[in-house]
Each structure stands twice: as C-alpha cells, then as structure tokens.
C-alpha cells in the first residue's frame, strides 16, 4: 500500500519550487541563460504531483463535501496570508522600485479592487491582474479540482481513469486546430475560457503514474503516459506562450519534459527516495508558501532593491532575498498553513470517520 504521506514526492515538491525560484531570479543575471524553460518546467512538475497527490486523497473518500473542506484548507488559509504580505509589500515599497506590476497597481482604489478580486482565486475569470505573478497557475489547480469534484458528486469517480483518457482529445485537437489554422480562433478562445485543457495531460500523468504505483502497470496506462507526454510536447510554443521559439527551445524542453516524466518512472519503481532528505522534504514542505510570495516579495522587491539601489553583489542578494522568502514561509506554514490544516482535518473526520 502506499503511504499517506510520501516523502519522495515532498521532495519533488521542493525541487519544483526551487526550480521555479531560480528561473525568477535569474531573469536579473545572465544566469537566465542556462535553461531558459527552467521557469515552466517546475510548473509542469507541479501539475503533475496534483494530479497523483489528488488521486491519493481521493482513493477512500466518496464525500464530495470532504474533498470541497479538504481542498478549502489547504488551498485558501495560507494563499490569504500570502496575498496580505505580497499587497502591503507593494504599498511600503512602491515610491522605491519601478517595476511594471508596482507602477501599474498603485496603493489606492486600482490596488484595493485587485486585492478584492485576488482574494476570491478567481481574478482570471473577472479580468484583473494577479498581484503575484505566480498566481496564474492557481486559477487551472482550481479548475482540475472541479473536474475531480464532479466525478465525486456525481459518483462516478470509478470513470476518472476512462473519461480524463477521453478528455486528452480536448488539447490535442486544440493543438492540431491551432498550427494547421483550422479554427484556430477557436482553439485560443477555448484555452481563454478553460486554461486547464493545455496542461490537463500533466494532471492526468499524474493520476495515471498514481494508478501504476498502487494498482496495475499496464499495457494501455503506459501507453496513455506516453500520449499524455506527446501532447505535451505539441502544444509547445503556441500554447505555452512562447512565440517563434528556437529548435534549441524546443529541444531543452523535450529533454526536461523526459526527465520529468523519467523522474516518475523511478517513483513508480520505488527507485526515487534518494532525493528524500530533510532540505528537500522542508522546502517541499513549505513549498506553497514560498511559490505564492516569492514573486512579488522577492524578485520585484527585495532582490532589485538590494542589488540595484543598496548595490550590494547579485548572488549574495539572491541568498538573502531566498533566505527572507524561506523564513517567512516558514513561519506561514508553521502558524498558519499547518494550524488551518489541522483544524479541518479534525472537521473532516466527522464526514470521513474511517
């Protein structure tokens, strides 16, 4: 059986997170230059840990209101906290730094109203910025939530595995209409509207790495990962937005996109808890914080102000830029992430007893 909580996927976590940090960072050094697609790479790796840790917490559990209190806990405490820090952040500092997301959002009403919407998760579908960049990626985790909560309401969870192999048709016709110009209107407007569709694959190699390791490695779940990965790979650039990208781009991605998909493989076959060890395992731990705040905190804030304005040396600002963005997750996680958690849990237990 597997565990309830699994440490190389912790790790994962972690390594995706710093993935993601670096690439930010780096867009102030030539740094950037190494793995251009580093940035994306984590998000992708990120999506597909959802798509397994989803099917674990769905494994015993028919309430679909226990998944709603679940997800709730995990999801909306600690993003709160974040988008505070993040908000009064650009107010103390915004008369210091001019970078677009601080120029363009001044402390008044235009930050208020964006504060407002961002508080709900749902600024993409009203039309407003997100205060972090890093937030866009949280408007698809809520809409493959939704996908996973209609199996769960409507009692049909034993059709997930069937009906996300069908969905996989979705991206990969968008794709075909978008480079071939058929409809291709079409396809970018249905992106607008869902944005999960482009990166549902990952999710789904995810729940089928998930399906591998605790029930079967069979023929057709191999070779879904397989489609899952291919799709991926063509819905590079257009969808992915990258525009008149280079072959080497292409190439890089293809090669981090293997060895992501690798990387799992040797999750499958229990050959991957090398990685597990208590750095990574405490980044992953506190990896969601760090993501939400890192962005705005620390590379439009602390990063620039400590490199361009007290002109003190790139790498050293980057460590204690990373360093500040750590403790303060940190202390996120420990008094309100792990709390908030905590006390649904207990909530859950009187609708999931076992």
């Given amino acids: 059986?597997?565990?309830?909580?699994?440490?190389?996927?912790?790790?994962?976590?972690?390594?995706?997170?710093?993935?993601?940090?670096?690439?930010?960072?780096?867009?102030?050094?030539?740094?950037?230059?190494?793995?251009?697609?580093?940035?994306?790479?984590?998000?992708?790796?990120?999506?597909?840990?959802?798509?397994?840790?989803?099917?674990?917490?769905?494994?015993?559990?028919?309430?679909?209101?226990?998944?709603?209190?679940?997800?709730?806990?995990?999801?909306?405490?600690?993003?709160?906290?974040?988008?505070?820090?993040?908000?009064?952040?650009?107010?103390?500092?915004?008369?210091?730094?001019?970078?677009?997301?601080?120029?363009?959002?001044?402390?008044?009403?235009?930050?208020?109203?964006?504060?407002?919407?961002?508080?709900?998760?749902l600024q993409y579908y009203l039309d407003l910025a997100d205060i972090d960049g890093s937030y866009w990626t949280l408007i698809i985790e809520l809409l493959f939530y939704v996908f996973i909560f209609l199996f769960l309401f409507l009692k049909k969870k034993h059709l997930l595995e069937l009906i996300g192999g069908v969905c996989l048709l979705l991206p990969l016709a968008m794709g075909i209409a978008y480079k071939e110009n058929i409809f291709a209107v079409y396809a970018k407007k249905a992106n607008g509207l869902v944005p999960l569709i482009v990166y549902f694959p990952l999710f789904y190699s995810g729940i089928i790495f998930y399906k591998i390791k605790l029930e079967e490695k069979t023929l057709i779940r191999w070779l879904l990962l397989f489609f899952c990965f291919c799709i991926q790979l063509f819905l590079f650039g257009e969808f992915y937005g990258v525009d008149n990208y280079t072959i080497n781009q292409f190439i890089e991605y293809a090669l981090l996109l293997t060895l992501i998909y690798l990387t799992f493989i040797l999750f499958v076959y229990d050959k991957l808890k090398f990685i597990a060890n208590k750095y990574t395992i405490f980044i992953g731990n506190i990896s969601y914080c760090i993501y939400l705040i890192h962005q705005t905190l620390g590379l439009h804030i602390l990063l620039p102000f400590m490199h361009n304005y007290l002109s003190i040396n790139f790498w050293v600002s980057s460590f204690f830029t990373l360093f500040i963005i750590v403790l303060i997750s940190y202390l996120i996680n420990k008094y309100i992430e792990t709390p908030s958690i905590l006390y649904f849990r207990k909530k859950l237990q009187k609708l999931n007893p076992s």
């Fill in 1 to 121: 059986m597997i565990k309830t909580r699994i440490s190389e996927i912790d790790a994962l976590r972690g390594i995706a997170c710093i993935m993601v940090v670096l690439h930010h960072f780096g867009k102030l050094s030539l740094v950037n230059d190494f793995g251009s697609n580093m940035g994306w790479m984590g998000v992708d790796l990120f999506f597909i840990i959802s798509g397994l840790v989803i099917s674990l917490t769905i494994k015993n559990n028919t309430n679909w209101k226990y998944f709603l209190i679940n997800r709730f806990s995990r999801l909306f405490p600690a993003y709160w906290i974040c988008l505070i820090i993040s908000t009064l952040s650009i107010v103390v500092f915004y008369n210091f730094l001019n970078d677009s997301i601080l120029s363009e959002n001044p402390p008044g009403f235009p930050l208020v109203k964006l504060f407002l919407a961002n508080f709900t998760m």
